[in-house]
């Protein structure tokens, strides 16, 4: 349960984007920064009407897509997005995170405990905590 609580606040955080071609990172940046306006409407206009030309804008792209959807309510398609975007291994750590914890709030929220406890311990090996719990003790 606790992997639950921690993907609900991964994924309602923004990561700022890096793609190697400028001005896809431009127009990544101008969604986010949308996004940080509470202005999902425009946002989510701009970024469905992206076409990623690679792998890495296709994976930063439907991260972006999957926050959007998310928003919206739409749990399936934000987990689809957000599944296409975990297929790419370069997703830079910080938003590889989010995306896990997204995946496992996502799965718990579509009754899949299975894909939630699959993506959880993903989450776990990649972003081990800081300090085991056995020496809170």
């Not at 923004?14 to 949308?34: C, G, K, M, T, Y």
């Not at 509470?38 to 897509?65: G, T």
């Not at 599944?83 to 910080?94: H, M």
């Not at 579509?110 to 972003?127: I, K, P, Q």
């Amino acid at each position: 349960m606790k992997l639950f609580g921690a993907g609900i606040l991964l994924f309602s955080v923004i990561f700022p984007v890096q793609a190697s071609d400028p001005d896809f990172s431009n127009h990544l940046n101008r969604i986010e920064q949308l996004l940080s306006q509470d202005n999902f409407s425009d946002a989510a206009d701009l970024a469905k009407a992206i076409v990623a030309d690679n792998e890495e804008q296709e994976a930063l792209h439907q991260r972006l897509l999957g926050f959007i959807y998310l928003h919206e309510g739409n749990y399936d398609r934000a987990y689809v997005a957000y599944t296409k975007a975990i297929e790419y291994r370069k997703l830079p750590a910080s938003l590889r995170q989010d995306t896990l914890g997204a995946l496992v709030s996502l799965s718990m929220k579509r009754d899949r405990s299975d894909m939630a406890v699959s993506y959880g311990r993903t989450y776990l090996d990649e972003f081990p905590p800081f300090q085991p719990v056995a020496q809170l003790y």
